[in-house]
């Protein structure tokens, strides 16, 4: 409910497929440690992000116990701006 939400204040249409998308984002980083988000221009994956992040910290605001429910903030960085390893890690081989 949250998130059709924070799609009608975005004056966004809510559309079940692309709650579902979003819905789909929560679950994987819920058991995942990082996620990258990957597609074609204009498909909808920033607002997919910002909506999931406005309602995770709404609900965090209204005091849900659910650990998942957390005040979140977004980074957007430029890939190309860092080296391979700093972006996806990398195993020092020595240690």
Known sequence: ??????????????????????IQLLETQIVRHGVMVVGLTMIGKSTNIT??????????????????????KIYSLNPKSITMNELYGSFNLMT
């Open 51 to 72: 909506i999931l992040s406005k309602a995770l910290s709404q609900l965090r605001k209204v005091n849900s116990s659910d650990p998942a429910h957390q005040l979140t």
């Open 1 to 22: 409910k949250e998130i059709e939400h924070q799609l009608r204040l975005a004056k966004l249409q809510v559309v079940p497929a692309f709650v579902g998308k979003i």
